[in-house]
């Protein structure tokens, strides 16, 4: 067996190289989301239509998330908007993955003192409900807080509500 001597510059960058790793992996676990800010049961509030307005749009609430998709007010546009803890902030990602393998990336728009919204685009939408309809549960991740928040939730009963509103 031989030793092989690398040049010094060489370590050096070795060394930088494995330092730099080790910070990014503490820093990843300090971030890793801790119980009071990651469900670790699947939300099971139902999906819900609401026709009060005239026009009915599909939603499901629970603690951190929202999720509304209909049609455009006056057109057969499928819309779709998530909402999600105003501790979040404008430009931040969120990621929604179905248990079918899908997975979406999105950015939050707009932020108020109750929550920041984010819409999906025109044009992802249709895939989005096609994708929730197949699925049996979903995921929404992002940071709040410089916590990372992840929220499970049940797509029970989508497919009926979707059809409901017509967007289906």
Known sequence: MS????????????LKACAALAVVAAAIVAASPTPAHAQTELAREMWQVDCE??????????TGLEIFIGKASGTQTMVA?????????QGAPVTVRV????????????????????????????????????????IVAYVASG??????????????????????
Do not use: H
């Open 81 to 89: 908007e998530f909402r999600v803890m105003a501790e979040s902030s």
């Open 53 to 62: 307005t005239g026009e009915c749009v599909a939603y499901f609430r629970t």
């Open 99 to 138: 248990n079918n393998g899908w997975v979406g990336a999105m950015t939050i728009e707009t932020c108020n003192e109750n929550f920041c919204r984010l819409a999906v685009d025109l044009a992802n939408t249709p895939s989005l409900v096609e994708q929730f309809k197949g699925g049996n549960d979903a």
């Open 147 to 168: 916590k990372i928040i992840m929220i499970p939730f049940n797509l029970d009963g989508f497919t009926g509500v979707i059809k409901q509103v017509g967007a289906g």
């Open 3 to 14: 030793i092989v001597r690398l040049p010094i510059s060489l370590y050096d960058r070795l």
